[in-house]
DNA sequence: TGACAGTAGTTGTTAGAACAGGTATTATTC
DNA sequence: GAATAATACCTGTTCTAACAACTACTGTCA
């Protein structure tokens, strides 16, 4: 129900920092560094982690294309902008899209054909900086870190 | 020394997603939303989370003016662009900087009193909002997967 | 049917991050 | 002591994330 720091954390920060501001500095820490190695992982086919991660939502729809929204709501971090993130890969002729009739604000989106073979040439070069990222943990830590911010996530289902 | 998915991961991915696909996503997504949480709590200062970062580390360094790149190597993620950082704190009046007179290259920053002040205000919401992403794990919890994150860091001096 | 509210996307704008290249200053080597 | 390299910082540029305001369309209910 509280810290083990020696009080109540005194102006000082990285000197009695808690055990909470350790884990923070820790996360945020390997996070950035996750982010530039997939990124580089990324970069030679010309595609940004968050590009990536839309084509994946896509592919994974496969033939069911999705809204802007529905997109966003299947990205990792809650990433607005959607928009913009797709009108990119459309101009790159990775998406297509294409208002529906049926409800017109609607706009279907799906994944094309360069779409589908870019994403499986980034993929490898993508999931082996995922594994050079995490190396040094064996499968069961890996797990157990999944587990423990699987945690964190489940108590913010939005933001109050 | 492999991975527990059924086979090398086929083409699809969320559905016979590796564990460390998972754990990668799990950290990219809990990381986007403490900085977001982060940065929520900072914004009534007028400070980005980078901002009170570089602050942090001047304050710890106190009297002992710092260069600018051992700013940045202090900081978290390896962070380019201190120059810039820097530059938007001095316009706020929150840090000094002047050249070293024996090393005419090296540009001495030492935090203002204004920059102590607003640090020290901003430190309990910024606490308070650590606490809170983190809120659902104990201390216990919260140790182990600082230390398991730290195993993942170790792996990288810089990058190759 | 006509006002009202809710939903889905879009667009404007600002500010920050990332990368590359450039300048000034100091150290080193011959 | 002059050329070379190395260090420390700065600047230009581009791209994107984030917030907010806006338009278009649909559903509801009087």
Redesign the interface.
């Known amino acids: 129900m509280?810290?083990?720091a020696s009080t109540v954390?005194p102006?000082?920060?990285?000197?009695g920092a808690?055990?909470?501001?350790?884990?923070?500095?820790?996360?945020?820490?390997?996070?950035?560094?996750?982010?530039?190695?997939?990124a580089?992982a990324l970069e030679p086919h010309g595609l940004t982690t968050a590009q990536f991660a839309a084509l994946?939502v896509l592919?994974?729809a496969k033939e069911q294309s999705l809204g802007c929204s529905e997109v966003g709501k299947r990205l990792?971090?809650?990433a607005p902008d959607v928009t913009r993130l797709l009108d990119r890969l459309e101009a790159a002729g990775l998406v297509a899209r294409d208002r529906s009739q049926e409800d017109r604000r609607l706009v279907h989106t799906r994944i094309t054909a360069a779409g589908e073979k870019l994403l499986?040439q980034a993929?490898p070069s993508y999931?082996e900086a995922?594994?050079r990222?995490?190396?040094?943990?064996d499968?069961t830590?890996?797990?157990?870190?999944?587990e423990?911010?699987?945690?964190?996530?489940?108590?913010?289902p939005s933001?109050s």
């Open positions: 509280s810290d083990t954390t102006p000082g920060f990285s000197a808690s055990t909470t501001a350790l884990a923070v500095r820790a996360l945020r820490a390997t996070a950035a560094h996750l982010e530039r190695t997939l580089r994946q592919h994974d990792a971090g809650p499986l993929a999931q995922e594994v990222a995490l190396g040094e943990l499968v830590e890996q797990a157990h870190l999944a423990l911010l699987s945690g964190i996530q489940r108590s913010c933001q």
